[in-house]
């Protein structure tokens, strides 16, 4: 697996961030939150995409900041998400915490977010697979 972030897997559609700000469900790990709905048609398997509110974070230079730390342990750890899934999910990352941490601690969390959104989704599949088989 490349340790990648390609154009095809950055999430950019306005409608799909609405979408998911509308229907999706969310998974927080203090201080980021994902918010994550299963999508059809799909040229990656996750198309992801980081924000961080202008409310809490002035400065456009320390917005921008944590959007790169987010970005890069995203990319470091997408395997976790990528490697074990089929369907295809859209992402949207958003920092919640009041203060810049350094790069250790975002990427500690966002192995602990992507864990947690794995075993979600599998216990998902999983309790799916089981109706189909009592029926």
């Not at 961030?17 to 509308?22: C, K, N, V, Y």
């Not at 040229?43 to 509110?53: E, F, K, L």
Request: net charge positive.
């Amino acid at each position: 697996m490349q340790f990648t972030f390609p154009k095809k897997e950055k999430l950019k559609s306005k409608t799909r961030i609405a979408q998911l700000f509308l229907e999706g469900k969310t998974i927080t790990v203090f201080p980021i939150k994902l918010i994550y709905l299963k999508v059809d048609q799909q040229d990656a398997v996750v198309q992801a995409g980081v924000a961080v509110p202008k409310k809490n974070f002035k400065s456009a230079v320390k917005r921008n900041h944590l959007k790169r730390l987010l970005r890069e342990a995203y990319r470091l750890n997408k395997g976790l998400v990528v490697n074990n899934t089929e369907d295809s999910f859209a992402f949207l990352f958003l920092y919640i915490g009041k203060e810049t941490p350094p790069f250790g601690i975002v990427e500690k969390k966002m192995t602990l977010l992507l864990r947690k959104f794995n075993a979600r989704t599998t216990e998902k599949a999983s309790s799916a697979k089981d109706d189909i088989k009592e029926q």
